[in-house]
């Protein structure tokens, strides 16, 4: 079966632009995490979706924002980029939640200039 | 809330020694552990996982980790380590109950030949 896609992999913005990252779980998967990793703070939880809902965030400012669609892909929107969020923007699914374990995808790699 | 400390930022060995990757954790509640690993340019893949029963948990490929809750530790060790094994291992925990998983900050394991 399809693993969890994350378009696009690649990714370069200004500062102050905004940036729309996507991900398609696998088939099944109702819940949707989403992580940031830097060298320097590792991986980051940034907001987990369960059916459309968010259940979770981490301690990210107000400038993240995600949702999930009734298919349970999930989008994330960063406003007004910093230098700082140059990341990899990982994406993981799962079943119903952590029990499962997640699956991630392949993650997208955000450049800000 | 929960918190992963990975004891070792980088762990050289040569092909075909033991290695152990270690892992503590620390969480006022019950917790589900994980151990991944990324391979360069890929997203975390689940290498194992603890729920409950058995301390000692093993992956298809020869690694296994023990739950030990008394000294709220969950190594992954293998007896005979590839070139092929070298990549970035996560530890993750969880809380039973809510949504959102914790990464330590990563081991890198280095094999040489």
């Known amino acids: 079966k399809a693993g969890v896609t994350q378009t696009p992999r690649y990714l370069i913005k200004t500062r102050g632009q905004q940036v729309t990252l996507s991900c398609s779980p696998i088939?099944?998967?109702?819940?949707v995490s989403w992580y940031q990793q830097t060298p320097g703070q590792g991986l980051q939880f940034l907001f987990e979706?369960?059916?459309?809902?968010?259940?979770n965030k981490g301690n990210f400012p107000g400038r993240f924002s995600g949702r999930q669609f009734s298919n349970s892909r999930s989008e994330m929107n960063v406003s007004t980029l910093e230098l700082g969020d140059s990341a990899l923007y990982l994406c993981?699914?799962?079943?119903?939640?952590?029990?499962?374990?997640?699956?991630f995808g392949s993650g997208t790699r955000l450049t800000v200039v | 809330a929960q918190s992963v400390t990975q004891l070792d930022s980088q762990v050289p060995v040569f092909e075909e020694a033991p290695v152990e990757l270690r892992c503590n954790y620390s969480?006022?509640?019950?917790?589900?552990l994980f151990w991944y690993v990324q391979y360069p340019n890929q997203g975390l893949q689940l290498l194992l996982k603890?729920?409950?029963?058995?301390?000692l948990v093993e992956s298809i490929n020869g690694f296994e980790a023990e739950f030990n809750k008394s000294q709220t530790s969950f190594h992954l060790r293998k007896p005979s380590v590839h070139i092929s094994d070298t990549a970035e291992y996560f530890c993750?925990?969880?809380?039973?109950?809510?949504?959102?998983?914790?990464f330590g900050a990563g081991t890198r394991l280095f094999v040489k030949a």
């Open positions: 088939s099944g998967h109702r819940s």
């Open positions: 979706y369960f059916s459309e809902t968010q259940r």
């Open positions: 969480s006022s509640v019950s917790v589900y």
């Open positions: 993750a925990v969880s809380d039973t109950g809510g949504f959102k998983t914790i």
């Open positions: 993981a699914s799962s079943l119903e939640g952590q029990f499962y374990g997640y699956t």
């Open positions: 603890y729920l409950s029963g058995s301390t």
